[in-house]
Every structure is written in C-alpha cells, then in structure tokens.
C-alpha cells in the first residue's frame, strides 16, 4: 500500500469513499428548502433510529410507561442517507445536522433542544425523573451521561466507521479502535460488577445513553462485530444489557423511526400509543397495512 503523504493544505476535491460518501461534507448549512412537519403533541422529534436517535426515543417512552402524560410526542421520520438532515427546517432545529432534534412545543413560545444528551437531561429536568436528586448521585449520574457522549465517537466514528464501512479495510485504525472500544466495555463491566445500574441501583438517563450503544454492541447489533470484540465475555455488561433490552419502554423505543431490520420492529413515524398495536396487527395480517379489510 502506498503511503499518504499529506498536503501542506488540506481541500476538498473528491469524495471520501466508503457507505456515508454522499452525505459528507467539509461545511455546514442547509442544501435545500425544506419545512419540517409538525404535529399535535407538546414534543415534536426528528430523528431516525440510530442509537443516539434511540436515547430519546426510549426516554420518552419511559417517561410515558411511567405516567408522564405531558411527554407525549410525534416522532417523524429523518433519512440521513438521503440528506434530510441538510433540509433548512432541519437545520434551524439543529445547526449540526445531526439526529436527533427536538422542538419542545409544551410552553407558549416553542424552542429548540439538539444534542442527544442535551435532550436527555432536558427532559429529565423538565419532569423531574430518572436524574437523582441527591447531589452525589445526580454527579454520578452525568459523569456516566457524559462518559458516552465523550468514548461513543471512537467506537461509531472510529470502530464502526473502519471495520464496517470504511471502502477499504485497514488494519491500523481497526486495531487502534478496536483496543479502545475493548478498553471501554471493560469500564463498564467492572462499573457494573457492583452495581446493577450506573448510579447504582437507580435507572437513570446515563443507562438510557449508554444502553443505546453499549447495550446494541452487547447484544451484537452494533456493526455485526459481537464475535470479533467477544462481547459475550463481559458478563456484567451482558447481565445489565439484557434486563434494560425487556422493558416495555425499551422495546417500543428501539422501534421508533426505525428502517432497517425486520418489518415488525420497524415504526417509522410515531404519532400516537396506539401505533405500536396497529403496527403489530400490520404485521401479522398485511391486508391492513394495505388498507384492506382484515
């Protein structure tokens, strides 16, 4: 393989390459004029179901599942392949163009709330659950939250990126990545060994975030790369990852404005409770999902 020198100066002159290529740009901005719908709850998410799309979408489940009537919201649909996050209402929820965004429209002048973690201690604060009170546990809490803010771009960008979708495969930055992401699951094990969640025996925002990307690696979602991390030999992650994967909240959150894998765990717009039922009753007689009488 031939070495790359770089130039004194960097510019932008071909694309990158790899899955992401026609998305990926040096500047920011909208591309093009596009409004964004908006419907008749107090939260309105524009997202798609990656795992910093699914933070939010399990915390506001969790949030309903537990009596939160004012959390209901619209959750429309953001296809990243396809560019919608450079749309200019897009971009005026979230300068960055990155899902997931949030209007919160539950007070008399509508603002906007970007950032996955940002969204989630908003609506933590804002309803005042699943972020302890106590002073100690409340800075455990956001240590955890902001921990995978900080390590989850070296396992998605960096990890994910050259093992999954880099055009080529390399063996510098998978090895680089690799050993880090293994550092990090071993972080979380040996946090785990002794407690049953992050903040101890308290389910907070900080496992919301960290379940929706650690919690995928474990269960070997993440990347088709359970065998090569050997994820199943951190038990304590596995324990905590399959008792956070059977809550109702969880299991409807994962399906929100998601468009890969098997048509029943898919819900690519969520407007309503009832959509979760009728998507299941889709799946088990297409004729309504067609429109037809069953």
Not at 122 to 136: Q, R, S, T
Not at 156 to 174: R, S
Not at 219 to 232: I, R, S
Request: charged share 20%; net charge neutral; with cysteine.
């Amino acid at each position: 393989m031939t070495e790359y020198v770089p130039p004194s100066v960097w510019t932008w002159d071909k694309a990158s390459g790899g899955k992401f290529a026609n998305i990926n740009r040096p500047i920011a901005g909208s591309t093009h004029e596009k409004d964004l719908p908006v419907g008749k709850h107090p939260f309105q998410l524009y997202s798609l179901a990656t795992p910093n799309g699914v933070k939010v979408t399990v915390m506001l489940e969790e949030l309903l599942e537990a009596g939160h009537t004012g959390a209901e919201y619209d959750a429309w649909l953001i296809r990243i392949n396809e560019g919608d996050q450079f749309g200019s209402g897009f971009v005026a929820v979230n300068p960055n163009s990155k899902i997931p965004a949030l209007m919160d429209c539950s007070g008399p002048t509508p603002f906007r709330v970007f950032e996955s973690g940002a969204i989630l201690l908003h609506l933590a604060e804002k309803f005042g659950v699943f972020i302890p009170k106590d002073g100690a546990k409340r800075a455990e809490c956001l240590s955890w939250l902001f921990w995978q803010m900080g390590s989850a771009p070296y396992l998605g960008g960096g990890f994910g990126h050259f093992y999954a979708y880099a055009p080529t495969k390399m063996e510098y930055p998978i090895n680089r990545f690799a050993m880090e992401v293994k550092r990090q699951l071993d972080v979380l094990d040996r946090r785990l060994a002794d407690n049953r969640y992050l903040v101890g025996d308290d389910y907070t925002i900080a496992d919301m975030a960290v379940w929706a990307w650690y919690g995928a690696l474990a269960m070997g979602l993440q990347y088709e790369a359970g065998e090569f991390l050997q994820v199943q030999t951190y038990t304590n992650v596995q324990r905590w990852t399959q008792e956070i994967a059977k809550r109702p909240a969880v299991q409807r959150g994962r399906m929100v404005n998601r468009v890969m894998g098997k048509p029943e765990s898919q819900l690519h717009e969520r407007h309503d409770a009832s959509d979760f039922q009728t998507k299941v009753q889709s799946v088990v007689n297409p004729a309504v999902n067609a429109g037809a009488k069953p």
